[in-house]
Structures are given as C-alpha cells and as structure tokens.
C-alpha cells in the first residue's frame, strides 16, 4: 500500500495485535505476504480504509455481512438494543422470539440454543453427539473448516480410514486419534472409515455445502443422503456445520435445500447480522441430553445477549424481502460468466465453483481441459490448484480496490447491497487483473 496512514496503523497493529491481525485468516501470508490495510469504515458494498480509499467487497466479512454493511435495519435493531441495555444474564423476549423465528424457518430445530460463535456451536454438538451415543470417535472431511476447537484441527492420518494428525500445534495426539478424516464427495472412503471403527463413532460431521476450500456443493445430488445413511447405518449421528450456508442460498438452510436430514445443526455468521453469534438444535431427544435437562454441561454468560439476537432477527427479517435471494444468484451468475470470458480472452485457464451468490475462482493449467461441471471436488483438487497465480490475481483486484479474501480456499460473497453498477466495475477490473497476470507469465 503506498498511502503513509495505512502504513502508519499497520506499524502500530504490529506492536500490539499479535501478527497484526486479530485471525490469522486477515493477514496476507497466503498471498506471498504484506500487510492488509486498515478498515475505518464501511457502508452497504463498500469498504473504506484509513485513506478513505473505497474498495467493492466481496468477504463480507467471510460470510456474515448478507445484507452489506450498516443496513438500516440491522443498525436501527442495534441501537435500539444499546438503548435498553445490551446484556441481561436472564432469560429475555428477544431470544425467545429470535429462537421461535429460527424454528419457523427450520422446523427440525426442535430445541436450539444460543451460543457466540460458529465454532462454540460446532464443538458444543461434538460435544452432545458423544454425549449421546457414548462413543467418542468423529469423523469429517479433509479442508471442511468448522472452528477453532482441538478435535476439527485434525489433518488426515497417513492413509485411507486412519486416525488423524493434529493439525495446530497444541491438540495433543490423543485428541487426533479419535478423529478420522475422510475426503468430500467420496462416500466409498466414509463407508470403509465407518466399517473400521465399528461401534466407536458419534457422529459424521459435514459443510453440507463446503464454503472452506471454495465453494464445493455436493458433486452428486445423493451425497448428502449417502452421508446420513451410513452414518445411521452405523449408529453414529450426523451434524451439519451450516455455519456458512444456513441463509446464504435461501431462506433457510443447505439442508433443506437438498431435502435431507441431519440430527444436530450448527448455525453462525448470517444468523447475527454481523454482531457474535453461533447457535446449535436439532432434535429435541437429543437435545435434551444438554444442561440444564440433561447431563451434558454447555453455557454462555453472553449466550443470546440482546444486541445479538435483536441484529439477528432484524437480518432475518430482511432476508425475507421478496426477490432478495434471486438478485444474489443473478448477480453471483453475471459475475461467473464474466469472469470466466474474460480469463478467456486472456488466456487464463480457470475454473469456478458457484453457488447462487457465492463462488470460487480456481487458477492452475488443470482448468484448461475441464474434466468434471465442477472446478474442484475435494480438498486435494483445491490444493492442488496454483496459489501463486491466485496471489497475483489478489494483489492485482486490490489495487484495483475490490477486496477479495487473501486465501484461494475463501469464497466471493455476493451481497445485498451490491449494484449493477459494481458488477460492471468489478468486471473492468477482473479484465485488468488478467492482463496483469498474463503480462506476468500466468496465461496458457
Ligand atoms: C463452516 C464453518 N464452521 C465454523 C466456523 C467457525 O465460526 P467462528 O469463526 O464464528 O467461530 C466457520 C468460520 O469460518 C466456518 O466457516
């Protein structure tokens, strides 16, 4: 960055913030290093650093932002609750009513509870799963990221349907050893990883919808059902991690989306309009395993706080705006189709996994000679495609002041507040961007 303030907060974030960054995801490490400027400001689709340079974003804060930034109505639930006090420690109206909207709009949450992140949610139906099956095996998919907590931070092992290695430094072996990680869309490897642990796993635990190695949907409409089917199979429960997807596509969640089952859900992000939040439910046999009813011990001192809930239900509500979910998939549509005649043009082999609004853009000579409707089907795709090429296209969009996350295993988020005219800007710089990386040696 060349603006002397941006620079300026960036040395001060250095002397206090470890790394500069309050989540390693902000800091530039993926995209060959540097500093990410610092944000003052932001409003509706844009983002404004300390310059007061305005960029078009499309991380919406990895997720969260649906309805872009200070919405009027998020904002005004905001104040309203800062004005009536924003933490009671009792029982309060606003999260009766935000549960109520919640079932409402997913039945199968029969009992739910309110937690302050994606990852509490995650790890506390981990935590249930084991609690009501009595086993304590889990097994995931390799590059599904579901929080910080020691037993998702687990790699695969050495080989097909081995126990896993830790992933952080700190999980400590034992906690790995009752991970198994199985590759996405592969339901032969979950089946022999389940036949090998007889008897000894709680639940399977799935991004029915990945959002953490891009965007990768099922590959087959059946996967999912395949997922629930052999889980029950082997009396192990299902949880899904709907922390990204649960009204991202529609009113609702992935789940539903694909007609399918799962006995525990893990929300987040969307759900709080941006203030903290996660929550966790499904069915209420299983459910009542949790304290106060039952021996399996989860609380929160700022569990449903007011400001999250009331930000929370004033999201939901606008979501419900008629033709609000088609605009992102249009929009998200629009964007794909440009984006990938312009790599075209250039001569950049990419591929693109979209879903409705959100998509990913892979680089990597592989695209060339697409195989498969999907750019990338597991983790090893995703890795194997070319980071160097997608740190370039990075620095190149932000200079072009569109902010993309700096990892090519985030996603774009299209958002409410996006307008036709920056899809059209967004195009001109995405035709800039490849020019640069075809001047850079990344074209066929
Ligand atoms: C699918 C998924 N699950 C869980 C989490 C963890 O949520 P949080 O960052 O709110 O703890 C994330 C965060 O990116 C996520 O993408």
């Not at 078009?56 to 969260?64: C, E, F, H, R, V």
């Not at 395949?226 to 949880?239: N, Q, R």
């Not at 039952?294 to 009331?310: D, E, F, I, K, V």
């Amino acid at each position: 960055m060349d603006s002397a303030l941006v620079e300026e907060w960036q040395q001060r974030a250095q002397q206090v913030i470890l790394g500069g960054v309050n989540s390693p995801s902000r800091s530039y490490k993926s995209v060959g290093g540097g500093t990410p400027p610092t944000m003052a400001r932001a409003q509706g689709a844009y983002l404004y650093d300390v310059d007061g340079i305005k960029y078009i974003d499309y991380l919406a804060a990895y997720g969260p932002v649906i309805l872009g930034h200070a919405h009027p109505e998020v904002t005004l639930a905001v104040q309203q609750a800062a004005a009536e006090g924003i933490l009671y420690g009792t029982p309060t109206v606003w999260e009766v009513e935000f549960a109520e909207m919640l079932q409402a709009a997913v039945p199968e949450l029969e009992r739910l509870r309110f937690v302050n992140s994606g990852t509490e949610a995650v790890m506390t139906t981990v935590r249930v799963a084991r609690a009501v099956t009595g086993r304590t095996k889990l097994v995931k998919f390799a590059g599904c990221y579901h929080g910080h907590f020691d037993a998702v931070l687990v790699a695969a092992g050495s080989g097909p349907s081995s126990m896993g290695t830790p992933d952080s430094a700190g999980v400590p072996l034992s906690t790995a050893a009752d991970v198994i990680t199985v590759p996405f869309n592969d339901l032969a490897a979950l089946e022999a990883t389940l036949a090998a642990f007889p008897n000894q796993v709680a639940a399977v635990l799935v991004e029915p919808i990945v959002g953490n190695f891009g965007m990768v949907p099922p590959a087959e409409d059946s996967f999912l059902q395949g997922v629930i089917d052999l889980a029950h199979t082997a009396g192990s429960l299902v949880i899904f991690d709907e922390v990204i997807t649960a009204f991202r596509f529609h009113y609702g969640t992935a789940a539903q989306m694909y007609g399918v089952h799962p006995d525990l859900y893990a929300l987040g992000k969307i759900i709080g309009g941006g203030t903290p939040i996660g929550a966790y439910g499904g069915r209420r046999d299983i459910m009542e395993s949790v304290a106060p009813l039952g021996p399996t011990y989860q609380a929160g001192t700022m569990a449903g706080n007011p400001l999250s809930m009331r930000a929370g239900m004033a999201c939901l509500r606008a979501l419900q705006e008629p033709g609000l979910y088609g605009r992102l998939d249009d929009y998200g549509h629009r964007l794909e189709e440009g984006i990938m005649e312009r790599a075209a043009v250039a001569g950049i082999p990419i591929g693109i996994n979209r879903v409705k609004g959100a998509f990913t853009v892979y680089f990597g000579p592989q695209f060339a000679h697409p195989s498969h409707p999907l750019a990338v089907r597991d983790y090893r795709e995703a890795q194997a495609t070319d980071s160097n090429a997608f740190a370039a296209f990075f620095h190149a969009m932000a200079r072009r002041r569109v902010w993309l996350a700096p990892s090519k295993y985030e996603a774009w988020f299209v958002t409410a507040a996006h307008s036709e005219e920056d899809i059209m800007e967004t195009l001109q710089s995405v035709e800039g961007a490849f020019t640069e990386l075809r001047a850079a040696g990344f074209a066929l």
